[in-house]
Structure formats: C-alpha cells, structure tokens
C-alpha cells in the first residue's frame, strides 16, 4: 500500500480536516488523516454511519441496506492492521461455501464452490486440463494481485490512467481464459463471476486477473455478524483516533471566501477548517457549489451508459427456503449468451441474497430474510407500477429455478430504487455504485482529486478501481488522505 511522505511535518501546528460523508471512503480517509497528526471531524447526513453499507432494522429483523460480501479482503487486512490495535481488530471475515448458486437459466443448477480444494473438482469436472490451466491462470493472475495488494499498483484498474504503453503490451483476460478454457462453466466464471458486484467492469486485464486471483484462493467473504460490525469496527477505530462524527448533519453549503472553502454549512451553522474532503457522490458534491467553482460543467455528467442501476427488495419470508444458497444468481437468458448489464433485454440477471441462511440474528427463527437485486436501466421510470412488475416477474424466476414457493410467505417487503438512492445517498441518477456512472461519462478519464479553483477542497469518491465496493473505497480514502497531506505538507 501507498506510504505518506516522510517528511510531512504537522507536528507544529494541527491542521484541521473536516470531511463530509461517513461511508467506508469518508471513514476510512479520516482514520488514515487523523493517524498522520490531523484534526479531523465528520459531518454525516444520516443518523448513523456506514452510508451505503449501513443497516436498516425493525424490531424483528434487519437488512444489510448494501453489500453482503468483501472482495480483495487484503485491502481491509492492511487498513486495520495499519491501526494495529487488539480493539479494533478487522471483524473475522467467513468464507461462503457455495460462493454462490447459479441458476442457468430452468436448464440447470450448480454451485460455485468455495473451498479451494472443491474449486479444483469443479475446473476438473468441466476440463480434462482444468487442474493445469487454473494454476496457469493463477500464475499468470498472482501478479495483478500482488500488484494491487502488496504493491500498491492500484492504478491498473479499469478505472486507473492506463499509459498506452501498459495497454499495448497487456494481453486482454478474457482472450487469455479462452485460450485456456472451452466449457462455458468456467469461461463464465472467469470472465463474468463479477455480477455480484457489478457488471461494468470491462476487459481489462490486471483488475480481472487480480479480482479472480482472490476470488479463487480466498473465496467471497462475509463479516461476522454482518457489515455492521464492519462499520462498528471502523467506527471505534475514528474514536480511538479522537475523530467524532457529527450524525443527522447534512452539508447544506459551502460558505466560499477568496476562492478558499472557509466553512460548510449545516442546520445553518458554518464550521471552520483548514481542509476540506467530501466523501459523499461527486456530482452531487459539484452541484452544491457555485457554478464557477466546479470542476465539470454539467454536461460532462451525461451517462455514458444508461444501464446499471437497480430495484431492490428487501423481503422476510415465513418459512426457512431450503433451495437457495446465500448468494444466488440468476441467469434468465442462460448462461452461454454472456448476459450482463450490455445485455439489453429485460431481467437478463437477478440477484438473490439470503443472508439469513448464514447470519441468523437477522430474522427469527422459522424465518428468511431475502434480498432480490434487479438489473434496470437509470433511464427507467420508477412508478409503483412499474416497481410491482420487475418484483412479480422476479419473484416467479426465483420460483421458478428454485422450486421454492415464496410470494405467499411474504410478511415484509421494502424496496429501494434508483430514486431512492438518489435522495438516500445523492449517487448521480440513482446508481447504487455511484461513481461507476461518472467514470463512463467522463470518458474513462479519472476524475481530478482536487477541486481546481478551491484549493483546499477534495473529493474522497476518487475513482481507483471498479468494482471493489468497500476495498475500492478504502482504497480511495487512502489515496485521498495520501494527497492531502501531501498539499499540506509542501
Ligand atoms: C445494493 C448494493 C450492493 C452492494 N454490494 C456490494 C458488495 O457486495 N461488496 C462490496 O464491496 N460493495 C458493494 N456495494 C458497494 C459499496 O456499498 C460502496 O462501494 C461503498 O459502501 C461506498 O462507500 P462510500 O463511502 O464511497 O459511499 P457512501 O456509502 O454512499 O457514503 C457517502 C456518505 O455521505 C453521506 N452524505 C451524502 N450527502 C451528504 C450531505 N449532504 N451531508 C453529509 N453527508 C452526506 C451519505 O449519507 C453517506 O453516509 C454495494 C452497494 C449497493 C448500493
């Protein structure tokens, strides 16, 4: 991982940090700021912290709002063993096994293991070679990996400035796993096992290499006890660091003095500081400054993709579901037509999460919490209506494939849509993964880091590596941090 500079000197006199947004980014950037002799405080709108990862709960059950599993979980390994403290220890993080379920279309069914030893009997059961060619695969993906994990070379990423050079004598994945393997079980799994993130993660070599290099050795992992002593972890972390975060406070403005942020502004009360980082969505950061001071003119936000937002219900179920995995997905196209968010058809993947069948404190006994992720486009309209027809069409695929009677066991159900995520989270047209968006419309350029007439405000959702969800946000916090300290320092 990156190293602040060594000769940054805040010893003389603290300067102060105020970031904007208590999500992984904003908390993680806090942590790293704070540990390097900032003071650093939190203004966050909602009345807890965690943002897209945080937890919504009834008096009988709870929901984990956004992620359900941890990719590259190095990344976390390193941020909590960089605040090495027995405390605040990383929450242990649970291997799945299945890593998830798949259901070909009403073809057929198979689980993707998790144990490396069962991944080897599934690229043997599908090639003659498969033992062979996935530790060629290996090799080839251990680099990236450590790359990214021990070297800090985040910027290969499909997100990151790929030099022409590295593009040139890079050769494309998924070209490479065809060369290795011919059965579509295994070609779909190296080159799309992604949905369970995202979809939009394009052929680029290093972050596919390296995203399936920890996949396959380590699995896709779940925090004991839920997201929510992740954030909970994150959380004594900032209090250790004597960082407190201002919950129920939502930034309203920037008070702005000789092209300088002097303060933002929250319940009307301006708050001073020195620096300012906001952790919250880009464009919606942009859109509460003055024209003049923003980096991109509107137009640069027009999505380049339409596609990648969601429907997502959040259902209980009274019955315990005895066909379902924790993590299913569900390809209604079948699989050898390499479906994904450019397939344009309606419904051409459902996720369906089960978190219960591996945290039982999130429903009572008898029961199943159950979380249903639609593909949709931004552009769609959200009626009830329209709502009600992707969770009836998605309801009867999971009956369907699973063979497990469902919408008459339904006792509660909440959806969000992009709209939701809009008002929620501020993301640009609703997207769940927020900046995946304003990448594509800025032409893969990464977005600046530093606000270009307002020296002393950043953006902490710098885009670093796509796809990554929680890694890729401490990731950008510490790119952030890194940054900012560098400014201060000189
Ligand atoms: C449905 C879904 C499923 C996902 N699944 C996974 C997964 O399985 N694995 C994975 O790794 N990632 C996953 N992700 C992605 C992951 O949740 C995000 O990448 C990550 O949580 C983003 O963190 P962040 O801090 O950058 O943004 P956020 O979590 O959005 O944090 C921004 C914070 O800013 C606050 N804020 C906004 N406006 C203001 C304001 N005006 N004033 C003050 N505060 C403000 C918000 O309340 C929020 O707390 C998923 C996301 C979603 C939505």
């Known amino acids: 991982m990156l190293n602040f500079p060594e000769n940054a000197c805040f010893s003389r006199m603290k300067r102060k940090v105020i970031v904007i947004g208590a999500g992984i980014t904003g908390m993680a950037l806090a942590a790293f700021l704070a540990k390097e002799d900032f003071l650093v405080e939190i ?22 709002l956004g992620p359900q599993v941890i990719f590259l979980p190095e990344i976390l390994e390193f941020f909590f063993n960089h605040f090495s403290h027995p405390e605040y220890l990383l929450p242990e993080l649970e291997r799945m096994d299945p890593s998830y379920r798949v259901f070909n279309n009403n073809s057929e069914v198979f689980d993707i293991p998790g144990e490396p030893k069962k991944m080897e009997s599934f690229f043997m059961k599908y090639s003659p070679s498969g033992i062979s060619n996935l530790n060629k695969y290996l090799e080839r993906g251990r680099q990236d990996y450590a790359g990214i994990t021990e070297k800090g070379d985040y910027f290969k990423g499909d997100s990151g400035p790929c030099s022409f050079l590295t593009k040139l004598f890079t050769t494309s994945h998924d070209t490479y796993v065809s060369k290795l393997f011919r059965d579509y079980h295994l070609v779909n799994l190296l080159q799309d096992h992604y949905p369970l993130v995202n979809q939009n ?63 933002i502004i929250t319940h009307g009360k301006n708050f001073h ?24 003119s509107e137009y640069s936000w027009e999505p ?16 315990k579901l005895k066909n379902l995995a924790v993590n299913n997905i569900i390809y209604t196209r079948g699989l050898h037509k390499r479906p994904g968010v450019r397939d344009k058809s309606d419904l051409p993947v459902i996720h369906v999460t089960c978190p219960s069948k591996h945290n039982q404190q999130l429903a009572p006994e008898g029961m199943e919490t159950l979380i249903i992720r639609t593909m949709v486009p931004t552009s769609i309209e959200d009626t009830g209506k329209i709502r009600e027809h992707y969770f009836e069409k998605s309801i009867r695929w999971i009956e369907e494939t699973s063979g497990e ?65 929680i890694s890729s946000a401490v990731i950008s916090g510490q790119v952030v941090a890194q940054e900012l300290a560098r400014i201060a320092g000189t």
């Open 43 to 64: 203004f966050e709108k909602h009345d807890q912290p965690g943002g897209r990862a945080r937890r919504i709960s009834t008096d009988q059950f709870s929901f984990d």
């Open 201 to 263: 993660i394009r052929d680029n070599s290093s972050l596919k290499f390296a995203l399936n290099y920890s996949f396959l050795t380590r699995g896709v992992l779940y925090p004991k006890g839920g997201m929510q002593n992740l954030i909970h972890a994150f959380t004594r972390i900032l209090d250790e660091l004597n960082v407190p975060i201002h919950v129920s406070s939502p930034v309203e403005s920037f008070d702005i003095i000789d092209d300088k942020v002097a303060g």
């Open 273 to 296: 500081a020195d620096y300012f980082v906001s952790a919250m969505d880009y464009r919606h950061t942009e859109q509460q400054l003055p024209k003049e001071y923003r980096n991109y």
């Open 304 to 319: 380049g993709d339409k596609t990648g937002s969601s429907f997502i219900f959040y259902l209980v179920i009274k019955k």
């Open 405 to 469: 009677s469902i919408q008459n066991h339904v006792i509660f159900k909440k959806t969000l849509a992009h709209t939701d995520f809009e008002v929620e989270f501020g993301t640009y047209q609703g997207l769940p993964f927020g900046w995946m968006n304003s990448q594509y419309s800025l032409n893969k350029k990464n977005k600046k880091m530093v606000n270009m007439k307002l020296q002393n405000l950043l953006y902490g959702e710098y885009p670093v590596l796509a796809g990554l969800g």
